[in-house]
């Protein structure tokens, strides 16, 4: 039998037939759905006359509407509200499970499957979400997808997808001290650029990736789209046991013990190929920064904004366009620059350790005075634990504004939104133009860099600062 | 059938020569509220076309009616970031079928052929020519032809193949959809659920 690799494996097992000349008819174990891609799925449904095929098949949230303050009241704004509202009609109608606000699960659909123990290795994930990708850190294959496909899945618990190319990359050693996994996804990003993993998948394998926690893992996977590829995977290990067991929907006794033994064979074997392979030094990596309007666009954060003659064609003209918009000059180094507003938040970086890492780091210290601080749990389960360990309480001393769980102002489409002109530094994953509200500014960058931030309210490195 | 069918397009185009044109510039995400698929055309490219007074902004390319068409050509990497399939539903309402870029974001791509948008993936001198050819002449058209996968540019007779794979070419001719070709398919796969 020819050499697999993990993603091989997973797909090859969900395949009910291939098209000729055409893509795979592919099963998904798992579907999640939110509010914002999902009523005209189902409106087409309707139209059409189709019942969901497997409704405990798919599981519900909303989070990018959201309103992250007075959750247990009527949403003000009447279209976030009927969409809501939509949702949970839908959900009501054909039997499916619903985390609504203000429930025990509710929160980010990428971070209430991993913690209800729903995400698990060698399943095929879908959602209308490109950040679907965050599961990929339990070995499963999960992608973003359009609302027709979300439609399909409903209605069949199948798409049409042609299987990707297959890309490896290692990151071999141990990064430094001040460096955490959202600085070593934006690295890769960095020499990939945003559009170097279009039409793959990637696995992420390498010993700097193995000694990374469960969320860390999510924050490498979660930014593999922002490379322009479907996803990105990484073999389940120990770390991955020990985090799924016990979990709500995790298996339980004989059968957990089972799905181990069937989960630790989901490795790629020895001799297979890749399409592309990359490996990094871990040493390499320092705290990063984006300077620019798309993730490629980030540099080590003591560095200088690249030149312009960097650059040739259109793609200068593209170059030039973006650094106007975010108000950089060519050349200049962006550290010291003064900033407006921190958020940490978003399914990147909105968990539990990211909001330890933030309050270790700011404990005893104000938030200085030109700054805005938001900080987004991404869920109530990760709210609570922040409360009960006290780290709400060092937050807002610092001078943080607490909100209640969703996406907030990672797409700002609620009213969670920066300024038009102000810079905002952010955990999250997207520095579009106009991401985080109209003409706002974003700068990615980890928690521990935006803990930084906070504190001395400039660009700052934060093994300079702590 | 779910769509209009796409075999022969003739049309002048618009050129949107940006790279890395990501999908909350095609409709940001405070657009996104509708539960309906309708309307979307209207805020397509908003924050690019509009001032924030609702005032349209002269130089960008769809307040110029030197330009018009139903053909999109636009830079490399057109479509990245969020899957939100309202990108696509914004440009066929506002009156595009086709779109041209030397590279495509992948799942752009994929909603693009789920709702009868064809996305026609060309060489960057290829693409070159196109911008060029708008540029000398607004008037310029071009013809893409979906059975011989072959796009033309009229003005000089110059012309690409373009790839795509044979099952999504039927759908675009027939306006079907994978709904279609998977509702035939339960019996198969409830019997592969079952082993799941
Ligand atoms: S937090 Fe941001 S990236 Fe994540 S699902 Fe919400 S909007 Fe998408």
Redesign the interface.
């Known amino acids: 039998m020819a050499a697999k690799t993990l993603f091989d494996k997973i797909w090859d097992a969900h395949v009910?037939?291939s098209?000729?000349?055409?893509?795979d008819?592919f099963?998904i174990?798992k579907h999640f759905i939110h509010e914002?891609?999902s009523?005209?799925a189902f409106?087409n449904l309707e139209k059409?006359g189709?019942p969901v095929?497997?409704p405990e098949r798919t599981i519900a949230t909303p989070d990018?509407?959201v309103p992250t303050v007075d959750q247990d009241k009527t949403i003000k704004?009447a279209?976030?509200r009927?969409?809501v509202e939509?949702l949970r009609e839908n959900c009501r109608k054909y039997g499916i499970e619903l985390h609504d606000l203000g429930s025990d699960h509710h929160g980010i659909v990428h971070v209430i499957g991993p913690e209800l123990g729903v995400t698990q290795p060698g399943m095929t994930i879908v959602c209308?979400?490109?950040h679907t990708s965050t599961h990929g850190a339990f070995g499963a294959i999960a992608f973003?997808?359009?609302?027709?496909?979300v439609?399909?899945v409903l209605?069949?618990?199948?798409?049409?997808?042609?299987k990707?190319k297959k890309m490896r990359i290692r990151v071999e050693g141990e990064v430094g001290p001040g460096v955490s996994a959202k600085d070593i996804i934006l690295y890769i990003i960095a020499q990939i650029s945003?559009?170097g993993g279009?039409?793959y998948f990637i696995e992420y394998a390498g010993s700097a990736i193995e000694s990374l926690s469960m969320e860390a893992r999510m924050t490498i996977c979660n930014m593999s789209?922002e490379m322009?590829a479907?996803g990105g995977l990484i073999a389940p290990d120990a770390t991955t046991f020990a985090y799924l067991e016990g979990r709500p929907y995790a298996p339980k006794g004989e059968a957990w013990e089972q799905a181990k033994a069937e989960w630790l064979a989901l490795r790629t074997d020895a001799d297979a190929v890749f399409d592309k392979e990359y490996v990094f030094d871990a040493a390499d990596i320092e705290p990063m920064i984006t300077y620019g309007?798309?993730p490629g666009m980030g540099i080590k954060i003591g560095a200088a904004v690249p030149e312009v003659s960097r650059f040739s064609g259109?793609?200068q003209?593209?170059y030039v366009?973006s650094l106007q918009y975010m108000g950089f000059e060519a050349g200049q180094p962006i550290k010291g620059r003064e900033v407006d507003y921190v958020f940490v938040g978003s399914c990147t970086n909105g968990r539990i350790e990211d909001i330890r890492a933030v309050a270790h780091f700011v404990k005893g210290k104000r938030k200085a005075p030109n700054i805005t601080a938001w900080i987004v749990p991404g869920s109530r389960e990760v709210e609570k634990q922040a409360q009960q360990e006290g780290l709400v309480a060092i937050l807002e001393e610092a001078g943080f504004e607490l909100r209640q769980p969703g996406c907030s102002a990672c797409?700002?489409?609620n009213d969670d939104k920066i300024p038009?002109g102000k810079y905002a530094v952010s955990t999250s994953n997207?520095n579009?133009?106009?991401?985080q509200g109209?003409?706002a500014r974003t700068l990615l960058a980890s928690p521990l860099t935006v803990a930084a931030v906070a504190v001395t309210g400039k660009i700052a490195d934060p093994r300079e600062v702590f | 059938m779910a769509y209009d069918k796409f075999t022969q397009l003739r049309s002048t185009m618009v050129p949107l020569p940006a790279e890395n044109v990501d999908t909350d510039q095609i409709i940001p995400a405070r657009f996104l509220k509708a539960t309906e698929r309708k309307g979307f055309g209207d805020n397509l490219f908003r924050d690019w076309r509009y001032h924030a007074d609702g005032s349209p902004k002269e130089d960008f390319v769809l307040n110029d009616a030197t330009y018009s068409g139903k053909v999109l050509v636009a830079g490399k990497n057109f479509g990245s970031g969020s899957s939100r399939e309202h990108a696509v539903w914004a440009l066929y309402d506002y009156g595009f079928r086709c779109v041209v870029s030397s590279f495509f974001a992948d799942i752009f791509k994929n909603n693009c052929l789920n709702i009868g948008v064809l996305p026609v993936t060309v060489s960057v001198e290829f693409a070159d020519k196109l911008f060029a050819a708008v540029a000398a002449d607004p008037q310029a058209e071009v013809e893409i032809d979906l059975e011989a996968q072959i796009i033309r540019l009229l003005t000089d007779g110059s012309e690409e193949a373009f790839e795509i794979n044979s099952y999504k070419k039927e759908n675009m001719k027939n306006g079907f959809d994978d709904i279609d070709y998977l509702l035939h398919m339960q019996e198969e796969i409830r019997a592969f659920e079952q082993q799941r």
């Open positions: 009910i037939r098209v000729p000349g055409g893509p008819v099963f174990d914002v891609t009523p005209v409106l059409r189709i095929m497997y990018h509407n704004d279209l976030s009927m969409q939509k209308g979400d490109s973003g997808i359009g609302t027709s496909e439609e399909m209605a069949t618990q199948c798409i049409m997808q042609a990707a945003a559009s279009t039409g789209i322009g479907r309007t798309n259109s793609e003209a593209s366009k797409l700002a489409m038009a997207r579009f133009e106009g991401r109209p003409g």
